[in-house]
């Protein structure tokens, strides 16, 4: 139980900061004690946002407190020092099984803060302090905690590999260099570390630019999307309206035939019955004149009937009739000699309409001839909407002309030994170093050059040659990040233009090529399909080269000197001014 209360109160005087007995003890106002140094340090930190914490309960307060020594603390823990009591250390600063343990500690170890590849052991802070403190240990040199210290050791010479053999790749020590290592490209460890973590400073930057093409590239993407989506909806919309207008002109000319085919029925209706009211007049009338000719007819004497037979005389004399009627004629009229046909009424009446359907279905006949010609081209159309569609290649240089670009050399990739001039159109290779400023995306090892422009879409240039050999060449922007010659990686595409020869390599694999040769070579590029060509332009366009691939980023056109001092090669501006005769 006593131990158990000395512990605690051990604890009461440990600073949480640095985890040690306090030293010029302070509380603040939560009430929780620290270093005045260490709550100084944690506040420091805590300037910019004008808002202090405490680093256990995390309660904050503005404006910084001003801090004051904790006398009765203060005493407490120099009490706690004269009975030789000292501070146990948290649990969380002992050693697990996955921690570095520290060298010195006895019994239960603490963990280590930092190795030193000097004395090959690693130590706690309080065992580190000599290394701070101490003149004799200033030249060691402290990493992070480390269990495999053993690994710097020279297997055979029991000695600290301090250097680094470039020749074998691998670390050794001064003796190794004397010996088995003698005459290789050596140099001290330290400096091998200091210059590929400049080439990984360099590859970060290249892959934070391969990150922005690539967000520029999904810029053009969505664009794509967004553009598809437009024209879509603009093409549904349009033949919406455009059907909807055939559909009412339709509508139109059928509300059309249907007016006049009713107002040719209500004529001919109309018609009809006048015509029909005129016989029934006639019909009632020739039956009483039948009537009253047959009540003379049926008159017995001789006188009378005579002189009837005068009066009704225009009764016997119809109008209608073919021939006046006789003594010895029939009694009744001859049907045969009326003017009104009947047979005539039904067969015009039966075709009149038949011939009006025949017109209307003989329409409809040809817009469904129409519409079935016509709507292949249509669906045609729709199949064609491709986004990655290839488009035609040009056949002549005017056609190539259509898609040229303006491309200038960056200077920031240009080899040293390469003056850029007229404009950064133009490369020629130097005997002097050119005074560039450093730059990570800087060719160090071949003279080579990027252009300052990426290339997307459908782009033409042309590359002039004047003395000695060049590459003219398409690459990715992250080309620069393992320094290599252009084509002799999956990044880069290279046409070899001679005196007298070509020769295209990618990926290390050379084609020779055998084509017409000129002093200058159009390359024609469509990102979307995939195609990068190499023409000889002459008189005609020849074609030397092509390339069929998927290109995943933005491209760069490029330039390799493979000439001796002199050599020059040179992006044309395409004007009407330079044109080929």
């Not at 250390?89 to 010195?104: F, I, K, L, R, S």
């Not at 309080?126 to 040199?141: C, E, R």
């Not at 001290?188 to 570390?193: F, N």
């Not at 782009?459 to 290599?484: F, M, P, R, S």
Request: aromatic letters at 8%.
């Amino acid at each position: 139980m006593a131990q158990t209360e000395v512990q605690m109160e051990i604890e009461r005087i440990c600073c949480s900061i640095c985890l040690d007995q306090l030293k010029d003890p302070v509380a603040i106002s939560c009430g929780h004690n620290y270093c005045m140094n260490c709550i100084t340090a944690h506040w420091d930190e805590e300037d910019e946002k004008k808002l202090y914490s405490c680093p256990q309960c995390r309660h904050t307060v503005t404006p910084r407190p001003v801090l004051v020594k904790n006398t009765m603390l203060a005493d407490l823990v120099e009490e706690m020092k004269k009975t030789g009591l000292q501070a146990a250390p948290a649990d969380h600063c002992y050693a697990g099984v996955e921690d570095v343990a520290c060298d010195v500690c006895t019994g239960r170890r603490l963990k280590a803060l930092k190795s030193c590849l000097v004395c090959l052991a690693s130590y706690c802070k309080k065992h580190l302090q000599p290394h701070y403190d101490s003149p004799t240990f200033k030249n060691h040199m402290l990493v992070d905690p480390s269990n495999k210290l053993q690994e710097n050791i020279c297997s055979r010479h029991n000695e600290v590999m301090k250097m680094f053999c470039r020749t074998d790749q691998q670390c050794i020590c001064y003796l190794c260099s004397m010996d088995e290592h003698k005459g290789h490209d050596t140099v001290s460890a330290e400096a091998e570390r200091t210059a590929r973590q400049r080439k990984l400073g360099w590859s970060r930057i290249n892959i934070h630019q391969r990150i922005l093409n690539r967000k520029d590239y999904l810029k053009l993407l969505q664009q794509e999307v967004e553009a598809i989506n437009v024209s879509a909806d603009e093409t549904v919309e349009h033949s919406e309206q455009i059907f909807t207008d055939l559909i009412r002109l339709i509508e139109k000319r059928r509300s059309e035939l249907e007016q006049q085919v009713r107002s040719q029925q209500r004529t001919e209706v109309s018609r009809v019955k006048e015509l029909q009211e005129t016989l029934e007049q006639e019909i009632t009338e020739l039956r009483r004149n039948s009537a009253e000719l047959k009540k003379i007819s049926q008159t017995e004497d001789f006188n009378q009937f005579l002189h009837n037979y005068r009066s009704l005389s225009p009764l016997i004399e119809s109008k209608d009739s073919s021939s006046d009627f006789t003594d010895s004629s029939s009694d009744s009229t001859d049907s045969s000699s009326d003017s009104i046909d009947s047979s005539s009424i039904n067969s015009r009446t039966l075709r009149y309409f038949e011939d009006v359907t025949d017109a209307a279905s003989e329409v409809r006949d040809e817009l469904q001839d129409v519409l079935r010609k016509k709507w292949t081209n249509v669906s045609l159309a729709v199949s064609k909407v491709d986004v990655f569609l290839p488009q035609s290649e040009p056949k002549t240089r005017a056609g190539f002309l259509k898609y040229s670009r303006k491309i200038t050399l960056d200077p920031n990739t240009a080899n040293t030994r390469l003056l850029l001039s007229d404009g950064y159109r133009k490369a020629t290779c130097m005997r002097e170093n050119q005074f560039y400023s450093c730059h990570p995306e800087r060719f160090s090892d071949y003279n080579q050059v990027l252009s300052r422009e990426s290339l997307t879409g459908r782009c033409y240039w042309e590359v002039e040659k004047g003395l000695g050999g060049i590459h003219v060449v398409v690459a990715y922007k992250d080309h620069n990040t393992v320094n290599v010659k252009f084509g002799e990686s999956e990044k880069s595409f290279a046409l070899g233009f001679f005196k007298q020869r070509y020769e295209f390599k990618h990926n290390k694999v050379v084609t020779t090529i055998s084509a017409p040769h000129s002093s200058i070579v159009g390359v024609y590029l469509d990102h979307r399909a995939g195609i990068l060509s190499f023409y000889s332009v002459s008189e005609t366009m020849t074609l030397i080269h092509r390339v069929q691939t998927t290109f995943t980023q933005p491209l760069y056109a490029g330039l390799g000197m493979c000439g001796p001092i002199g050599s020059t090669a040179e992006l044309r501006e395409l004007t009407g001014a330079n044109l080929v005769k």
